[in-house]
């Protein structure tokens, strides 16, 4: 794929970014102190807010959690390719997202754990998406979820994530149901035909909030996925695809997207990284979908990398997770806002005007440039500063602060 150009420029106004480069903070509806100036300030605040278990449950993957690691890997391998004195100075992010316009190529991924995370749960961040302007895939493990997902954000872009849990029937009355809520795509998860194994402590028998029946999940066939595709009118989504075979199988049967992803490194381990496995798909597909891309992607520079390889769109899983736990609604807003000033300030200084023009010929092969840090440190490199200072805190005060 090379250089596309920029046809329009139809971008959603200022960045946000002064011209000093300095993030500004901004206060918070709710009154609270907090502002969130990084992402990582957010990354500290959720650590403090959630349990141990539930944090554990929120960032581990499966078994030696490489698949896990090789979703973040595979970002730290590759290195932007910058072009100065290009005029540039102002950039087109918005995206198409079956029809609606996305503000940003960024989509809420389906977690099924939401209301473990804050008491805004499913409802904040479906109010967040919607405020914001990106689509949300409501998780179909919420209990609920697609009736309050769809209460809580009428007008926003909602997909529904469906794993496939009875028969035939079952399949299309739960689509039927999806579009009767005003959801815009139907996204099939096909991962997950077993739970993967996580071990991570302090509790490894934490499988309490994804609960598969492993009777239809596991017995789901392509032929049964082509059935359903052909009953619903809304464009389906197939998620978990990582092999350009299966890619193909998929833009066969009429999917009008095919989500590269590992389920954040929590179903097979030893895999590669999501990112790595975007181009052979991308290949397979040749355009006859949409692309969407999930798996490690925490910065700005992740979903441009994920672009120039192909995706229309990326999706952030824990990023936003991380948000809602640390201020509900307003942190996952303040995540997607962070979001957009990297995308921006990146492609400005990338000398891009859209995203359309990105292609691997912004991209080489590079080292990780933080080898011995886990994934989450190596994407937030102050994250162990802020960390120590609240704990440091913590214990002058005597406060338990989770
Ligand atoms: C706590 C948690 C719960 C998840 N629940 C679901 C789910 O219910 N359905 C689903 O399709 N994927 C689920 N996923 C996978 C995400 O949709 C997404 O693929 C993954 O989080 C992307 O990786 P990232 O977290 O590194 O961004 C879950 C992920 C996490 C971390």
């Known amino acids: 794929m090379g250089a596309r150009s920029c046809a329009s420029d139809v971008g959603s ?38 349990a141990d278990d539930v944090w554990a449950y929120l960032v581990g993957g499966a078994e030696t959690e490489t698949t896990l690691a090789r979703d973040r890997d595979a970002f730290d391998r590759i290195a932007l390719r910058q072009r100065v004195l290009t005029g540039i100075e102002t950039t087109d992010v918005a995206a198409d997202a079956f029809g609606r316009r996305s503000r940003l190529p960024v989509i809420l991924s389906s977690i099924g754990s939401l209301d473990q995370l804050h008491p805004d749960g499913i409802e904040g961040a479906a109010k967040a998406a919607e405020a914001f302007g990106v689509p949300i895939a409501v998780s179909s493990v919420l209990k609920d979820g697609l009736v309050r997902g769809a209460r809580a954000a009428p007008s926003g872009i909602r997909w529904f994530q469906l794993y496939i849990d009875g028969d035939a029937t079952w399949a299309t009355a739960a689509a039927d149901r999806a579009e009767a809520a005003g959801y815009q795509a139907l996204v099939v998860t096909v991962d997950l035909p077993v739970m993967g194994l996580r ?27 082509g059935a359903l595709v052909r009953r619903t009118p809304l464009p389906v989504v197939i998620k978990g695809i990582t092999a350009a075979e299966d890619a193909a199988r998929a833009c066969e049967i009429g999917a009008a997207g095919i989500w590269v992803s590992t389920h ?33 992607v925490r910065r700005g520079t992740d979903v441009i990398k994920a672009i120039a390889l192909g995706a229309d769109l990326v999706a952030i899983g824990r990023l936003y997770g991380f948000g809602l736990a640390a201020a509900g609604q307003f942190g996952v807003e303040r995540i997607l806002t962070l979001l957009e000033e990297e995308i921006r300030t990146t492609l400005v200084l990338l000398g891009v005007g859209c995203l359309a023009a990105l292609g691997p010929h912004m991209l080489r092969a590079a080292h990780p440039a933080y080898p011995a840090q886990d994934p989450l440190h190596r994407a937030f490199p102050h994250l162990a500063v802020l960390l120590e200072q609240a704990s440091a805190t913590a214990a002058e005060s005597g406060a338990i602060t989770r």
């Open 199 to 225: 071990e991570r402590p302090p509790s490894p028998d934490l499988p309490r909030f994804e609960r598969p029946d492993g009777r239809h999940r596991a017995r789901l066939s392509w032929d049964d996925l």
């Open 264 to 296: 954040g490194g929590r179903q097979l381990d030893q895999g590669l990284g999501a990112l790595d496995c975007l181009p052979e798909v991308s290949a397979s597909v040749d355009g006859r979908a949409r692309i969407i891309l999930d798996g490690g």
């Open 13 to 50: 106004g200022a960045s946000g970014i002064g011209w000093d480069g300095m993030r500004r903070r901004f206060p918070s509806p709710t009154g609270s102190a907090e502002t969130f100036v990084t992402s990582t300030e957010i990354i500290a605040a959720a650590r403090r807010r959630l």
